[in-house]
């Protein structure tokens, strides 16, 4: 690869000349840890050589150069697996994805092509704002949004967030509602830092790296999350290679595997996963034979969830929206503390946990799991287990009203649990270029065609709710290719190009 320089052309050209090789290769890479690997180191030492040796390939950001030689807290991820730490100074499709690297005089541009998505630390609300959404809705194209849902008629559905105000949705759009209980709050959204975490590791064990915790070897990792009677443990988690993470939940013990201890304790590897009860007196019991998760074989990454409920003792596992299993410990729920432990088991797989959130609520809330064949009528489930089918005529003043077999029915929404909605079995269309997904702190997705993003606002449009216009604060995560699976680990070889040059 070579950089020819060319200061007519709005793109930066990734290419590399002789010039800059020796530059090159002095230049030091700022940001620690797994930043650069494969191709991709190759191409940001030759293009970073040349900026710092004075070849003139891009224009500086709108900003202003003044704040590129503060290190940033952003990290852009390739699809490849590298890393780049930074700070994004903005974006729209006509000028691309500005980047202020330190060791850079000008500010980088880079097209969607290449990249997964870019890590924003510290992201959440603002001083004073403590979120608590009494609703979660979901829509067909996979955006979620957690906030209090004020109205839902034939026509479509209002509803209030902290993040982007009073948004409105088409009926049409609308695949389901869960009305959380009373008391629901986020307890923990991270991580941010190491700071309340035990991380006890080997040389390749646990570190902290980019608002994830990465592991190539065996190590423990633990934190005391607050663990409730009722209560919600979320996470992302990536992985190379066949990998074994075991996990304990309720535990007193934070640094170490305590058999001593009462606990419950997940064994997953790609395509199992298995629940044990570790109980003083008794040893490790399991509860139910292994499970199979045959869709793991074909990913690099799921979203996990928990869910906890002690006074049934109950635990349900779900993954990408899925549920896996629900477990019911025919002894009664045995454990007493608050903590979760994760415990690496393998040298070499590659293991990374980020996106960590635990919630928790007063009394008993059972969510059911997506019907897996599109409905022809709505379904609602209630608190005592009972359903009913039908046409949801409208949310309105706490009450939910459902024409179910010609007779109109008014239910108290603290009845409710869920709502699916009937699919008109539509299929999307293909994503545009500059399509993105965002992911909120505290909980939730937003997928748009973005327009502009700067230091006050982010904006684009939706096709559930049409111009949307977020705060750049409330974004904890955007990905620029969904549907592409990012390197994990290490990168032996790629003959890909990482970014798109202009032709």
Same mark, same amino acid.
């Given at each position: 690869m070579s950089v020819r320089p060319n200061v007519s052309r709005p793109w930066a050209e990734l290419d590399r000349t002789d010039g800059p090789d020796a530059c090159a290769q002095s230049v030091s890479m700022a940001g620690g840890g797994r930043s650069v690997r494969g191709l991709f180191l190759r191409s940001l030492a030759a293009m970073v050589g040349a900026l710092v040796c004075g070849a003139s390939i891009g224009t500086t950001a709108a900003a202003g150069p003044e704040s590129h030689g503060e290190p940033g807290s952003d990290v852009l991820h390739f699809l490849d697996g590298g890393l780049l730490h930074g700070k994004l100074m903005g974006m729209d499709p006509g000028k691309g994805i500005h980047w202020a690297y330190?060791?850079?005089?000008?500010?980088?541009?880079?097209?969607?092509?290449?990249?997964?998505?870019?890590?924003?630390?510290?992201?959440?609300?603002?001083?004073?704002?403590?979120?608590?959404?009494?609703?979660r809705i979901q829509f067909g194209n996979g955006d979620e949004i957690l906030g209090e849902l004020t109205s839902v008629d034939e026509e479509g559905a209002?509803?209030?967030?902290?993040?982007?105000? =009073?948004?409105?949705?088409?009926?049409?759009? !609308?695949?389901?509602?869960?009305?959380?209980?009373?008391?629901? =709050?986020?307890?923990?959204?991270?991580?941010?830092?190491?700071?309340?975490?035990?991380?006890?590791?080997?040389?390749?064990?646990?570190?902290?790296?980019?608002?994830?915790?990465?592991?190539?070897?065996?190590?423990?990792?633990?934190?005391?999350?607050? !663990? +409730?009677?009722?209560?919600?443990?979320?996470?992302?988690?990536?992985?190379?290679?066949?990998?074994?993470?075991?996990?304990?939940?309720?535990?007193?013990?934070i640094d170490r595997f305590d058999y001593s201890i009462n606990s419950?304790?997940?064994?997953?590897?790609?395509?199992?996963?298995?629940?044990?009860? &570790?109980?003083v007196g008794a040893g490790v019991i399991s509860i139910g034979p292994q499970t199979q998760i045959p869709d793991m074989i074909s990913k690099s990454r799921s979203r996990i969830k928990i869910q906890v409920d002690k006074s049934e003792a109950s635990i349900t596992l779900w993954m990408d929206g899925q549920l896996v299993r629900r477990w019911k410990d025919p002894g009664g729920f045995v454990a007493k503390g608050s903590g979760v432990v994760f415990s690496s088991q393998m040298e070499g797989p590659t293991v990374k946990i980020s996106n960590v959130q635990v919630s928790r609520w007063n009394g008993t809330? =059972?969510?059911?799991?997506?019907?897996?064949?599109?409905?022809?009528?709505?379904?609602?489930?209630?608190?005592?287990?009972?359903?009913?089918?039908?046409?949801?005529?409208?949310?309105?003043?706490?009450?939910?009203? &459902?024409?179910?077999?010609?007779?109109?029915?008014?239910?108290?929404?603290?009845?409710?649990?869920?709502?699916?909605?009937?699919? +008109?079995?539509?299929?999307? +269309?293909?994503?545009?270029?500059?399509?993105?997904?965002? =992911?909120?702190?505290?909980?939730?997705?937003?997928?748009?065609?973005?327009?502009?993003?700067?230091?006050e606002r982010v904006s684009g449009r939706s096709e559930n709710f049409g111009a949307v216009v977020l705060k750049p604060e409330s974004i904890r995560q955007v990905r620029f290719n969904a549907t592409k699976t990012q390197v994990v680990g290490e990168t032996t070889s790629s003959n890909e190009e990482i970014w798109d040059a202009d032709e």
């Open positions: 330190p060791d850079s005089k000008e500010t980088i541009r880079f097209r969607p092509g290449g990249l997964d998505g870019v890590k924003f630390e510290g992201a959440g609300p603002q001083q004073g704002v403590r979120p608590s959404p009494t609703s209002r509803f209030r967030t902290w993040f982007g105000g =009073e948004l409105i949705a088409p009926r049409e759009n !609308l695949r389901a509602l869960t009305f959380f209980p009373a008391g629901y =709050e986020m307890v923990y959204d991270g991580p941010n830092g190491v700071d309340g975490w035990q991380l006890q590791s080997g040389t390749r064990g646990w570190n902290y790296e980019d608002g994830a915790f990465v592991a190539e070897g065996v190590g423990i990792l633990g934190r005391d999350l607050k !663990l +409730s009677d009722s209560a919600c443990l979320e996470f992302d988690l990536a992985w190379s290679g066949r990998f074994s993470l075991s996990f304990i939940m309720y535990t007193d013990a419950y304790m997940f064994h997953l590897t790609p395509g199992y996963v298995s629940l044990q009860r &570790v109980q809330f =059972e969510v059911q799991a997506p019907p897996t064949e599109p409905l022809k009528l709505d379904l609602v489930y209630l608190g005592n287990s009972d359903k009913v089918t039908g046409r949801v005529q409208g949310v309105r003043d706490g009450r939910l009203r &459902v024409l179910a077999r010609r007779r109109s029915l008014e239910i108290p929404l603290a009845r409710v649990n869920q709502v699916f909605f009937a699919q +008109s079995g539509a299929t999307g +269309s293909e994503a545009p270029p500059w399509e993105v997904r965002a =992911e909120l702190s505290g909980g939730g997705t937003v997928v748009f065609e973005l327009e502009e993003w700067n230091r």
